[in-house]
């Protein structure tokens, strides 16, 4: 089982709707990421979180420490939204034994929004 | 403020041939984050450099790869005697400080081993 799980997948959504992609997470972490990829482009950094709430524009990011669950909402969705997602974690030192300065990645969440 | 620098964007290499990936930070920052991604999967840690130190390698191959961040000039990430296997997008990211660890993402190598 991977320690960062996303859903969906995929998503292809209208122009305007209201988008949430998901995350969850297994481990101890002392901050989450979010990671925008557009095909065989850079990684764009959206937002880290360690709790409560970000807002960048149309992006909001939120995160609750508790139920090891975080999710990235996008707000009258654009085509020029259409990319990949990226959920990723920095593990907390004392849980991974190693990597923890890296981040651990989610398989990501591929968007199409449509005209 | 320039961001995440990295040269070459695509590289071409024949099995056997070495890949030297470079890689410059951010202005003002000492910490220097490797990553892989492999075609149709997800991105992983390789390994990650302070200035002239390597912290962490748990994430690199054992033979054939290897990292250095010397104290002058770019983070190198070294891969001899390519294959195939190698081919990938091989992503740097920079960090101001270790502790908050807002990582910065350069524009990535595409390395294809022919």
């Known amino acids: 089982k991977n320690e960062v799980e996303q859903s969906p997948q995929n998503l292809t959504a209208q122009e305007g709707e209201f988008i949430t992609i998901n995350c969850s997470y297994s481990v101890g972490i002392s901050a989450l990421h979010w990671l925008q990829q557009h095909p065989g482009g850079g990684i764009v950094s959206l937002f880290m979180?360690?709790?409560g709430k970000k807002k960048h524009g149309r992006l909001i990011a939120t995160i609750n420490i508790q139920e090891k669950h975080s999710s990235l909402h996008i707000t009258a969705s654009h085509p020029r939204d259409s990319a990949v997602y990226i959920c990723a974690v920095r593990l907390i030192w004392a849980n991974s034994g190693g990597g923890a300065d890296g981040l651990t990645f989610g398989k990501g969440t591929h968007l199409i929004i449509q005209p | 403020n320039a961001g995440v620098m990295q040269n070459p964007r695509h590289l071409v290499r024949r099995r056997g041939q070495e890949a030297r990936l470079r890689c410059s930070p951010m202005k003002g920052h000492s910490h220097v984050y490797w990553y892989r991604q492999l075609p149709e999967e997800g991105l992983k840690f390789m390994v990650y450099?302070?200035?002239?130190?390597?912290?962490?390698e748990s994430g690199m191959p054992k033979e054939r790869f290897s990292a250095e961040f010397p104290k002058e000039g770019p983070s190198i990430l070294r891969i001899q005697q390519v294959v195939r296997g190698d081919s990938a997008a091989y992503f740097c990211?920079?960090?101001?400080?270790?502790?908050?660890?807002?990582?910065?993402f350069g524009p990535g190598t595409r390395l294809t081993v022919l």
């Open positions: 450099l302070q200035k002239e130190n390597i912290i962490d």
């Open positions: 990211a920079s960090s101001p400080d270790r502790i908050y660890n807002e990582q910065f």
């Open positions: 979180l360690s709790s």
